[in-house]
């Protein structure tokens, strides 16, 4: 299936993309799959496969939870190759993976960037992998067509930041808030400055950078909120426990209201001019 | 060669040839950085340095003494001498470094201290330092290991820290870094992360064994002056690799002097249960550094085991694996049953009730001993027993029916 890459996916959207995260093997492999295309058919932009991983430092209680669970029944990284073939075989929108790093250098990036290309994977998210480290997955990524998304954050020098703009292809990962991922019910004024640095940054440099904005994004209200000044909003912890709480049609129902998030102002039912 | 080993004991960070680095996420470059750049200027203050030499003196009563162990020298065959870092306050040789980091936080601004305990000794040792510098405190331990170490999370308690029992994962000490972690991300403006061993991204893995290397520079002086001549092998236990590398550091350079870190067998080198991290582990990644550590093949980081809290890790400080790969260094498993026989014959031999890690390293110079009649040991006595009384005396069936229920 011929697909968008993830800038085109979020640009297609008018710069209003609502992108899902769910760790894969959750509850079990059947299921993560069907949340997945679920999440998809909502209206999610992009999916964000999370691997999970025995000392994941970045990651919040809910997810932590959840992932560990699928770790303690034997999760193999075989899964995840599974997961994308079934999902892109399904949906035709982006699916991106969340990794920290030591599973790909284990496995070999080379290795990895070519297997979750064959798989019909869009690229990866590298919470634990900051640029001046990315040399050998920047080259794999080239040489198999893959998006590479770095995280930029609140603290990050101006320096950091330019590095973060240059080595991203897709978004650059816009961390709202210093903290770890989980439902927050204020997004943090941070998010905005941030994501308006970036941008400046990035027209310094004659460049252009979609960001899209995670950690702490529960709600329509927030992901409206969030669009004002990015270019998508990034859902996680809300869309791992509705899944754990509802199934299926829990997490279906809750990406479907967050899509209601990501209409413009005028398309919204009973929006006044 | 000459001229390539002059250089050992100038090595320093981010990279120990393919070992260290800096890996970890966006939101905690920044202060890595900041703290890089903090401890590059202590480095080179001379009032820093006085009045990290002033606490050493006056607080945690160094230099550490150099004990000859006549009648464990009797019964092993060799010349044993232990560097006495059990007779610092607190009881290991953590309090170095906790009092060095607290100065740099203090520089920095920084009000609160947190940190992650495996035995609980790196915990103690901060809470201590947080009490003396009037900083808050927070201890993130393993829930395994606050049930094997209940004394030492009672003296931090009466210390003032707070002690968060970690129930993610392995619920040990790995865990534990990892949720000690997760606060810095959340709280890095207020707090300074405490790291307790030589691992970590950098500048952690440089930073502690500075603050560690007087260990090694006394004993090699204490040696001379006691022998006349240096030691032919200095040992020491690895876990992380603190008090390995503070002894090791003023050795480096003298190619005829042995190294021999002791890694924590478990229940035998030949079984699945050990903290072999350098003898079984791989290199990749782990806390945010590059390093030999226990992993299976889709690079998930596997459980490590030990009788010894404080050895029960999967991984080991950077500059350990690259001193194992240029063959400076060698690294010899010890199991449980070999360090308690080891713990046992030097409390009735000398009278002194060394750590469950300690005697790891007594362990191996027993051995050591064995093969070398005669020769000239020193060894890392890197903490006390006190705290592991309890499982000592499990061990070896010492307690009342009474004592066993508590």
């Given amino acids: 299936m011929s697909r968008m890459s993830t800038a085109d996916a979020i640009r297609a959207t008018g710069e209003r993309a609502l992108i899902g995260y769910l760790p894969v093997g959750f509850p079990d492999l059947a299921t993560s799959i069907e949340a997945a295309v679920a999440i998809a058919e909502a209206g999610c932009t992009a999916i964000e496969l999370g691997v999970p991983y025995s000392d994941p430092a970045m990651d919040g209680p809910v997810i ?6 699928v770790l303690d029944r034997g999760f193999r990284l075989e899964e995840l190759f599974e997961a994308i073939e079934a999902i892109t075989a399904r949906t035709s929108v982006p699916v991106l993976v969340m990794t920290y790093w030591n599973p790909v250098l284990r496995h070999g990036v080379d290795r990895f960037a070519e297997r979750l290309a064959a798989a019909g994977g869009a690229g990866l998210i590298t919470p634990d992998l900051t640029p001046e480290n990315a040399a050998e997955w920047l080259a794999a990524a080239e040489r198999h067509g893959l998006d590479r998304i770095f995280l930029a954050a609140p603290s990050s020098s101006d320096a950091r930041l330019d590095a973060a703009i240059e080595a991203s292809r897709g978004f650059v990962y816009t961390v709202s808030t210093m903290g770890t991922t989980g439902a927050r019910t204020d997004v943090d004024r941070a998010a905005r400055a941030l994501s308006e640095r970036i941008a400046e940054r990035a027209a310094a440099t004659g460049g252009e950078a979609l960001r899209c904005v995670g950690l702490g994004i529960s709600t329509p209200e927030q992901v409206r909120d969030v669009l004002e000044y990015a270019d998508g909003a990034i859902v996680g912890s809300a869309l791992v426990r509705a899944l754990d709480e509802g199934g299926v049609p829990a997490v279906r129902a809750l990406a479907a209201s967050l899509a209601e998030g990501t209409l413009a102002p005028t398309e919204r039912k009973g929006a006044t001019a | 060669m000459t001229e390539r080993q002059s250089k050992l004991r100038e090595q320093h960070g981010p990279w120990f040839g393919e070992f260290g680095g800096v890996f970890m996420p966006e939101p905690l470059m920044a202060a890595i950085d900041e703290l890089a750049a903090c401890y590059d200027e202590c480095k080179r203050d001379p009032e820093f340095q006085a009045e990290f030499a002033a606490l050493s003196r006056g607080y945690t009563g160094r230099p550490s003494m150099l004990t000859e162990a006549k009648r464990l020298s009797e019964i092993a065959g060799a010349r044993i001498l232990l560097k006495r870092e059990d007779l610092n306050h607190t009881g290991s040789h953590k309090i170095n470094n906790v009092l060095g ?3 740099v936080a203090r520089r920095l601004g920084k ?139 003023a050795f480096l350079d003298d190619p005829g002097v042995r190294l021999i870190g002791l890694e924590a067998a478990g229940d035998g080198a030949s079984t699945e249960r050990h903290a072999l991290s350098i003898e079984r582990g791989a290199p990749g990644l782990l806390h945010g550094m590059r390093t030999y550590l226990l992993q299976d093949d889709d690079g998930q980081t596997l459980e490590s085991h030990s009788i010894s809290a404080g050895l029960d890790y999967p991984g080991v400080g950077p500059e350990h694996a690259w001193l194992h790969d240029l063959g400076r260094a060698e ?11 080891a713990f046992l014959a030097l409390t009735r031999a000398e009278g002194i009730i060394p750590a469950i890690e300690s005697a790891h390293a007594i362990a191996g110079a027993m051995r050591l001993a064995a093969e070398s009649p005669g020769s000239t040991l020193l060894v890392s006595l890197s903490g006390r027993g006190d705290k592991d009384v309890a499982t000592a005396g499990r061990w070896f069936g010492l307690l009342d029916e009474e004592a066993k229920q508590a």
Avoid at chain 2, 202 to 225: K, L, N
């Fill in chain 2, 331 to 341: 690294y010899q498993p010890v199991s449980d049953a070999e360090a308690m026989d």
């Fill in chain 2, 101 to 103: 980091q607290a100065l």
């Fill in chain 1, 64 to 69: 932590q939870t959840a992932t560990q669970a």
């Fill in chain 2, 111 to 249: 009000t609160r201290l947190i940190a992650e305990t495996g035995a609980g000794q790196h915990g103690v040792a901060t809470a201590t330092a947080a009490a003396l510098f009037g900083m808050e405190c927070v201890v993130y331990m393993g829930e395994v290991d606050t049930e094997r170490q209940a004394l030492n999370v009672a003296r931090m308690r009466l210390l003032g820290a707070q002690v968060v029992p970690v129930k993610t994962g392995s619920r040990t000490l790995k865990d534990a870094i990892n949720e000690g972690l997760r606060d810095w991300v959340a709280n890095v403006e207020s707090t300074h992360y405490l790291m307790g061993t030589v691992a970590g991204p950098h500048p952690f893995p440089e930073m502690v064994r500075d603050f560690h290397r007087a260990i090694g520079e006394e004993a090699r002086e204490q040696t001379i002056a006691l022998t006349g001549a240096l030691p032919d092998a200095v040992l020491a236990c690895v876990g992380g690799g603190s008090n390995a590398m503070g002894i090791f550091h």
